[in-house]
């Protein structure tokens, strides 16, 4: 059933309750996005209007039997999609986070992020067969080069199958090329169409002191203010409350919002340092936080309990937190990839002051940049003010990125050379590498391909089976799985440099050495350093043992072995230890990720296993002494119940007159023997946390154990 151009603007203008459409809007729809069943790309400014754009383009596709993907860069912007879709749930079945195989079959829209669908498409082409559009938000991610290969090979598998693509994207340079690579028609919004005009200055302040002055007396709040590092984040924020004599809100009642979210008695330090900020109305919001202390932030500056909010560079993107201001304090951020520090690139920073105005905020808005002397402020006004981006290029030109891919389409069934070359072929690098007209160049894909192949067979990731194609070895399956199932982006050397430590040991054992390799392998492993603070028990630990260079890994590991898997709590690590704790499960988790997958590839190459691994393990997951493994059954006990039994079990029930002896277990069931049920239930119910339901449960426990 068809339906016409009129009826769909008409109809969606009702649903939403619009009298009228904005410059962006008219000027999409006037190049002939609903007239035309072709692939479309939209650059608009940032709150120009271009999401109203692909909503009327769905509604056709719903309207006449089709089904749409949305695909979205993060987690947390599949919530906003399905908000914005709320008012068809109605009449079509959305899907969201959490969806199953029968929702990819049955749904009418599925929001899902830019991996998963990744995933989905490469693994289980038929699910994503039966969709007809495709909508990719932040599309200007191509730039990113984590990201952005993630992004080329879902733009890649798209064209593949055939389903129309959308892409909106807040900028982008070299329109044509892109536009010639998806066959898509480019519509680019001039930044004098945004909704809310977006004023850029430049501001040269020498000391934060001074920012806090320049951003006071302007009052064009709520800000956003990005910081190169969680450091800066933390510290800036701190001195900007200290200036603040009003409070938003009383600090003991943050205390209590944040301790309820993280179910958790006593703050971390860093913990404090944010309810201090948060009741002053500061905040400060990066990957060392709890994610759900991240979530309390953002909402507390949706609500505008926050006027100025301290951010990392991920906050650019994949969050719908607008602000009236956005501050850029350094010019510089840590490349990870080269490990130098480099100039924040365009791309990004039009990103970040896309952030400012919003038409609750005011008629403008507005993106400072904040330099400290003449070179940066002339850099500034040229690149940053002047948007002059650089040419968008492809990430799958990198050699590990490319061996990657090829590892992904041999496990996924593509295990033929004309297999992996259609792939590739399709691909925005061999668009950008057959177009470059260089004549120097000397561009064979097939020859690139095959090089990458070699040094796959040479270490021992893939074989050649012959007319069948290639497979991949039991390192290489165990390598893309482990990728595949934790969604991270380690690149393949270091499972290389993880199996050249196995080759150096005769057992994989439960011991230190263990976690500070994986630590100083892996990153997203390790717990950060306090910066300027050094503990000299653990530095004399290392000197002792020849490690010269001393950071984030080497306190991380000791912290985890001494203080973590000893049930000790996270504000008592924090102290002592000095590394920031507030993401220590999260830590926890990829930790126990590497160390299964570990044991996996020591398998793999026979090496013994130790009989107490498994036991580490869970150790390192949930944070237990090894006697508290047993307690590994009770739901609802976590390590600050255990924690707290633990204690009573050898202040009290040791001593006279019970004098019970050996694992907290043991102790546990002999008491059980001496008293009566009503009595064992008085005095556990006696313990901080406890309650007499909870005391019954460990009466129970002990009876079946």
């Known amino acids: 059933m068809s339906i016409s151009k009129e009826e769909v603007i008409k109809e969606i203008m009702e649903k939403k309750g619009i009298t009228e459409l904005w410059p962006v809007q ?74 199953s195989p029968s929702d990819w079959n049955d749904c ?67 329109k044509n090329e892109i536009g010639d690579w998806l066959d898509a028609q480019v519509i680019d919004i001039p930044n004098d169409l945004r909704r809310v005009p977006l004023i850029h200055n430049i501001l040269e302040l020498t000391t934060i002191e001074d920012l806090f002055n320049e951003l006071n007396s302007r009052n064009l709040g709520p800000y956003i203010i990005f910081c190169s590092t969680r450091d800066y984040c933390k510290s800036r924020a701190i001195n900007f ?161 490319f061996r990657k891919a090829i590892l992904e389409l041999i496990y996924s069934g593509r295990r033929r050379s004309e297999e992996i070359s259609i792939f590739f072929e399709n691909t925005f690098y061999n668009y950008q590498s057959v177009h470059i007209t260089s004549p120097f160049s000397d561009y064979n894909l097939m020859a690139i391909i095959r090089n990458h192949i070699i040094f796959l067979e040479n270490n021992n990731f893939i074989q050649f089976l012959g007319a069948p194609g290639y497979q991949l070895t039991e390192l290489g399956r165990a390598t893309i799985e482990f990728l595949f199932r934790t969604y991270s982006t380690y690149d393949l050397e270091v499972f290389l440099e993880l199996e050249n430590y196995l080759d150096t040991i005769e057992e994989l054992r439960d011991d230190f050495d263990i976690i500070l390799t994986i630590s100083n392998l892996f990153r997203g492993s390790s717990l950060s350093k306090i910066p300027r603070e050094n503990v000299e028990e ?100 976590g390590r600050v119940l255990l924690r707290n039994l633990y204690n009573y079990c050898y202040s009290v029930l040791t001593r006279p007159p019970w004098n019970c002896k050996g694992t907290m277990l043991q102790i546990l069931t002999q008491f059980r023997g001496l008293v009566s049920l009503e009595d064992f239930i008085n005095a556990l119910s006696g313990i901080e946390l406890y309650s007499r339901i909870r005391a019954k449960r460990i009466y129970d426990f002990i009876e079946k154990y």
Request: glycine share 6%; with cysteine.
């Open 108 to 174: 009418d829209i599925m929001i899902t992020s830019f991996e998963a669908f990744y995933q989905t498409a490469l693994l289980n082409t038929s699910l994503a067969e039966g969709f007809n559009l495709a909508i990719i938000d932040e599309f200007h991610i191509l730039y990113d080069k984590l990201r952005g290969f993630t992004l080329e090979k879902i733009m890649t598998l798209l064209k593949i199958l055939g389903i129309r693509i959308l892409c909106l994207s807040a900028t982008f340079e070299d």
């Open 538 to 637: 653990i530095d004399r630990f290392y000197e002792e043992r020849g490690v010269e260079e001393i950071s984030h890994a080497e306190y991380s590991s000791y912290a985890i072995w001494n203080g973590w898997i000893e049930n000790m709590s996270e504000e008592i690590i924090e102290d002592r230890f000095k590394v920031y704790t507030s993401s220590i499960e999260q830590v926890a988790r990829e930790l126990f990720s590497l160390l299964t997958f570990t044991e996996t590839l020591a398998k793999i190459k026979d090496i013994p296993v130790s009989d107490t691994y498994e036991n580490f393990k869970q150790r390192i997951r949930r944070g237990y002494r090894e006697e508290e493994l047993p307690f590994i059954g009770l739901r609802y006990f």
């Open 26 to 99: 008219e000027m999409a729809l006037e190049k002939g996005l609903l007239d035309e069943d072709r692939n479309f790309i939209i650059i608009a400014p940032t709150a120009s209007g271009k999401t109203l754009t692909a909503e009327f383009t769905c509604y056709k596709c719903l309207k006449e039997g089709g089904r749409i993907l949305y695909l979205v860069p993060t987690n947390s912007l599949i919530n906003n999609k399905e908000d914005d879709f709320k008012y068809l749930k109605e009449e079509y079945n959305i899907a969201g986070i959490g969806a």
């Open 241 to 401: 409350s200290t200036q603040i004599t009003n409070l938003v809100k009383p600090t003991s009642e943050i205390f209590d919002d944040i301790k309820k979210i993280i179910n958790r008695q006593n703050l971390t330090s860093l913990e404090q340092d944010l309810s201090q900020c948060l009741s002053k109305g500061v905040g400060f919001h990066h990957s060392g936080l709890d994610s759900r202390i991240k979530n309390y932030v953002e909402d507390l500056f949706l609500t505008k309990h926050i006027k100025y909010l301290f951010a990392t560079t991920g906050l650019a993107y994949g969050m719908n937190l607008p602000a009236r201001s956005v501050v850029l304090c350094d010019l510089q951020i840590y490349d990870t990839l080269k490990r130098i520090p480099s100039r924040i690139p365009v791309y990004l920073y039009l990103q970040m002051a896309g952030r400012a105005g919003r038409p609750q905020f005011g008629d403008d808005g507005y993106a400072f940049v904040v330099v400290k002397n003449r070179a940066d402020a002339v850099f500034a006004g040229k690149f940053y003010l002047g948007g002059l981006l650089k040419k968008a290029i492809s990430h799958i030109a990198e050699d590990a990125y």
